[in-house]
Every structure is written in C-alpha cells, then in structure tokens.
C-alpha cells in the first residue's frame, strides 16, 4: 500500500506483519509484546478518544519517557488528524508550562514520573482541559486514566488525512537562543523514513536509546523501524543500556556520539581485562548482548576514526547527518556505500546545493516552517530551500561533508575565518580530553578544556595543564598562524548542556 501519512505507517504494519512483534519492552521485570495488529487497535482508540472528547485537530502534548503507552498516544493523536507536540521530560515544569502555552495545547498525556507538572497545569496552563495519566489504574479528580479510556474507546477509527496536514511540532533544544517549534507534516516525517531502502530485513532486533521527543529517535527508530516490521525494544533507563542490551540482544541500534565514545571506552576496558589474545568480536559480543552489527550514528560530529575502531569489534558504524527541520535525516552512509570522513549520501528525497559555504537542502522532508515564529521561519527558509547553518560541500557523487556550523564561525579582526568545530575535533583524538569548547577571546583563539580526569589518573598524568598545553603546542605546529590557539583554560566541571547532551555555547 502507498504510504503517506502517519495513519498509513500503523495500517502498513498491521497489514504487513500482523501478529508479528512491533514492540517488546518490561514491565517490572517480565517482558511484554505488542503486535503490530495490537499497536493499530490500540491507536484507533486513541483516536476514537481524542474525537470523544472534542479534541480532534487540537494540540495535544505528550510528556514522558520512551515507552509503548507514549508511541501507541503518538500515532493515535496523528492518527486522528490532531496535532501531536512531544515535550521533553528532562526540562524543568516553568519551561513545560511556557512551551504548552506557546504550543496552544489544549489536552496533556502525561507519565507519572512528571506529576509535578499536572499540579500547576491549571494555575499556568488554563487552556488545557483534559489531562491524562499513562499509568493511573483508574480515573481520578480532574485526571483521566489512560488505560480505562482506551478500554471504554476501543473499536475501529479511520480518518481521511491529507500528507501535507501538520502532523507534529517539535520543540529544538538549540545549542543558543530560544526553543523553536517546529512544524512537521505527514509527508515530512513518513518520507523521511520510507524513502530509502536501507535492506533492513523485516524482523530485525533494534532498541530504542535516544529520547522519544527527539525526532531522530521518533523517526528513525519508531516510525521507519514500524514501516520496515523490526522488532523495537524499548530501553527504560540510560542507566540501563548495559543491562538491556544483554536482555533484549538487539542487531542494530541508533547512537549519538557521546554514546559511541562511551561504548568504545567499555570495550577498550573489557580488552584489558580478558586474557591475553581474545577476539576482539568476541569481547564486543559479551559486552554488548551478543548481537549487535550495526551502529548508526547521528545528532552530532563524529570522529570518523571510530569507523575504523569498532570495525575490529565486528560492528559497523553508518555515520549520518540531519537536523529537525529535515524530519531529520539528511544523509546518511549504507554498508554498501560508505564514505569514511563523509556523513553519507543525501536521501533520495533531497536536493543540496552550497551558498557561501552555508550547506542548503530542499525537498519532501523539509520542515512547514517554525509554529508562531513568523521571522525566524523567513530566515530559515528561501524558496523551498532550508539554510542548515551548517558549513560544507557535497562530492560529486552526491557525499554530504560537514566543516563547521556558521553562526559559530569566529571571524578575526584581520579578517581570516576559524571554525571552532575543526579545532575541537582535532583535540577530542586525545584521551585526555573529554570535553572542548573554542572560541575567540581578545582576537585570539582561546580553548577551554574539561579533561578526562579519570584516564589522567589511570595514565600517571599528574599535571593536567602541562600535559593539554603540550597537546596544544603539538597541534598549533600543524596549523596556520591565525588557526592557533594562544590560551588554555582546564576546568574542573563538566560544561552545561542541553538536554540533547551539546556542549550551550553562549
């Protein structure tokens, strides 16, 4: 069937791979499965509640962690026609209250580890009138309860949707400024997802570990691994993901780099502490539940070293590129086609084009524009072409290359372009340094580092600074004069981040 709606992802699948697995996930300590015929009925309830209760083609938000009763709500509010608008758990409540508010969300469904919230919706968010729990048993004062309402609203819902309706608004966790939402279609996000046949075969394992309200997560795990029929494990806890790869033994999972560095650092520990001689794929497969092949990486750079590094493990990784405002994917490497140094061949449903250096993409994942933010979607957008901010090129045989971010980019008095990004890759090879951050100070480059204190100790290194002013002296002979970074700043903290883990510039 023709797919081109969120609808049509949930009837897909369940006309596709019925009783088939979709999701598998714990509850306590059992493990529980929902079929693909289960997850279509369990959204048409939804559906049928949203309509019920007078909310269709409203803003509803969801709040929560990644779990089965969030996603099921997802495709059950798109579903409907309505609006969904995912909100991150990690934010503080005033933040919530505000980005409701600016989303005009009429109908909250919520999980129980952000109750705070629901407290004060009423004091701050007075255009909601219907809040739901995800886990109460039972409906209680001014809150519904999810799982008697999809009972008491079972049966069939179809909804006629146009592909270009708005389907979802995004919140970005910008790096500086304000939050924006962005507007996202059904043609945008299932395009994004079905247009490129990654020869992933049905039934495949992965597990979910990046957050639900990041759309990479909502698109890439969720949305094409439903399309695909994969088996999708929910992982509960960061805390966790030892644990739960071992549990659910998935093939494949999708990574961002802070985790990557994090994985190989384990691995590196548990080829220390085997014997002598063992297989590397061998201690990988013991470290990481035995299955995984493929790592696909995304929402930041990359060092593409670690292609090579977790190559000796037996795993591949497929490095890619996209922000929100493209559903998010934009490029991405395969096994079959893989550019080391590159974050892959653009989508078949991409255009690229460079503008003073400034990467620009167009096409049927490009986002409707930012909610409310009339000038900001203006700057963001010309002529169907979306402005990634992102300094670059794209090869001849359609590669997607990343050099920097532009509004980022220092400009010297004299005239001459640095872009920190390319400073702060070159320092993050060293182990010593776990974090960087550089930046222009009194018209010369200046680089604040946050060391790995942990590998100092285990190295013998007892003078930090020295050690990185080394680093540094070592790297400027490599560089332009204007490149070179004249102060060295080491701090004891971790810099503050967003709650998509990037380093806040300003």
């Given amino acids: 069937m023709e797919v081109k709606t969120l609808q049509d992802i949930i009837r897909h699948g369940a006309a596709t791979f019925g009783s088939q697995t979709a999701f598998r996930y714990k509850v306590k300590k059992e493990i529980q499965d929902k079929s693909y015929l289960e997850l279509q009925n369990d959204t048409m309830a939804v559906s049928r509640m949203v309509e019920g209760f007078g909310m269709k083609g409203m803003h509803i938000a969801l709040i929560g962690t990644t779990s089965y ?9 798109t579903g409907s026609g309505s609006v969904a608008v995912p909100v991150d758990a990690q934010l503080p409540a005033q933040a919530i209250w505000e980005l409701l508010n600016r989303a005009d969300v009429k109908m909250l469904i919520y999980d129980e580890i952000r109750a705070d919230v629901t407290a004060g919706i009423k004091e701050h968010c007075p255009q909601i009138s219907c809040t739901i729990s995800m886990q109460a048993e039972s409906h209680q004062p001014e809150i519904y309860s999810l799982s008697c309402l999809l009972s008491q609203y079972a049966g069939n819902y179809e909804a006629n949707l146009c592909p270009n309706q708005l389907a979802t608004i995004l ?4 790096t500086t400024g304000k939050s924006k939402g962005v507007m996202l279609s059904h043609q945008n996000l299932t395009d994004n997802a ?15 570990l990046l957050p639900i309200n990041h759309v990479y997560c909502l698109t890439m795990d969720i949305i094409k691994g439903l399309y695909i029929g994969a088996v999708i494990c929910v992982n509960d806890s960061i805390m966790r993901v030892q644990k739960n790869l071992a549990l659910f033994k998935p093939e494949l999972v999708l990574m961002v780099p802070m985790i990557i560095e994090s994985v190989y650092a384990k691995l590196e520990d548990a080829v220390r502490q085997a ?5 590397k794929p061998m201690i990988a497969k013991a470290a990481l539940g035995g299955r995984l092949k493929t790592i696909c990486s995304g929402g930041a750079y990359l060092d593409p070293d670690y292609v090579d590094r977790f190559e000796e493990y037996g795993i591949t990784i497929l490095q890619g590129y996209g922000m929100t405002e493209c559903s998010p994917v934009i490029s ?22 460079v503008v003073e250096e400034e990467l620009w993409i167009k096409g049927s994942s490009v986002m409707m524009g930012y909610y409310k933010m009339p000038e900001e979607t203006a700057k963001a957008l ?3 072409w979306l402005k990634t901010g992102d300094l ?7 590669y997607v290359y990343i050099t920097g971010r532009k509004k980022n980019l220092i400009i010297l008095a004299n005239g001459e372009n640095v872009s920190p990004e390319e400073l702060e890759n070159q320092l993050n090879r060293c182990h ?16 604040e580092i946050f060391p790995n204190y942990e590998y100092a100790e285990n190295s013998g290194i007892s003078n930090i600074p020295e050690q990185l002013q080394s680093l540094i002296d070592e790297e400027n002979q490599t560089l332009p004069v204007y490149k070179r970074i004249h102060h060295l700043i080491v701090r004891e903290t971790e810099f503050e981040k967003t709650t998509a883990k990037k380093i806040k510039r300003f």
């Fill in 432 to 447: 010593l340094v776990k974090e960087v951050l550089v930046r222009e100070a009194g018209n010369v480059i200046e680089a």
């Fill in 194 to 208: 079905v247009c490129l046949d990654m020869k992933i075969p049905a039934g495949t394992v992965t597990m979910t």
């Fill in 332 to 353: 991405t490497n395969l096994e079959w086609a893989n550019k080391k140094g590159s974050v892959g061949k653009l989508l078949p449903n991409c255009q690229a084009k």
């Fill in 392 to 398: 670059g090129y794209v090869d001849p045989d359609q």
């Fill in 69 to 77: 009763q969030w996603i099921s709500c997802y495709f059950g509010i």
């Fill in 382 to 384: 010309e002529d169907g």
């Fill in 275 to 279: 014997p002598a001689g063992t297989p």
């Fill in 171 to 174: 919140y970005t966790s910008g």
